[in-house]
């Protein structure tokens, strides 16, 4: 499966903004597609999950609220609705691949397929 991610820009704080994620092979039974981003300095932090059959999602704290994960089926693509967004929101952000158990979905050492990252600046 190879991923790649779009959306992101420029936008002021508590503006908004949706990232997609399309996936270019079949999504089988069993995988999950996350979301994670990285800022400057910073580790790569995990910010959500959508286990693909079935549909069932997980958040990381700081995403619970402004960010909502959603599909659409027809078209292999996962999306990260983004809310009310601050500066420090400001990373690359990266969509991602895994067949691991829901359990370790948070877990970006899990994931085996990476898209490219699209970059995401909040300005004051």
């Known amino acids: 499966v190879q991923l790649q991610a779009s959306g992101g820009g420029l936008v002021q704080a508590g503006g908004s903004l949706r990232l997609s994620c399309v996936a270019s092979?079949?999504?089988?039974?069993?995988?999950?597609l996350g979301w994670f981003r990285q800022a400057p300095g910073k580790e790569r932090e995990f910010l959500s999950a959508?286990?693909?059959?079935?549909?069932?999602?997980r958040y990381a704290d700081s995403a619970k609220g402004r960010f909502t994960i959603s599909r659409d089926s027809a078209k292999n693509t996962v999306f990260l609705q983004m809310n009310s967004l601050r500066r420090e929101d400001t990373a690359l952000y990266y969509c991602?691949?895994?067949?691991?158990?829901?359990?370790?979905?948070?877990?970006?050492?899990?994931?085996?397929?990476w898209g490219q990252g699209t970059q995401v600046t909040v300005s004051s």
């Open positions: 092979g079949p999504l089988y039974s069993g995988y999950t």
């Open positions: 991602a691949a895994t067949r691991v158990v829901w359990s370790g979905v948070a877990d970006d050492k899990q994931y085996y397929n």
């Open positions: 959508l286990k693909w059959s079935g549909g069932a999602t």
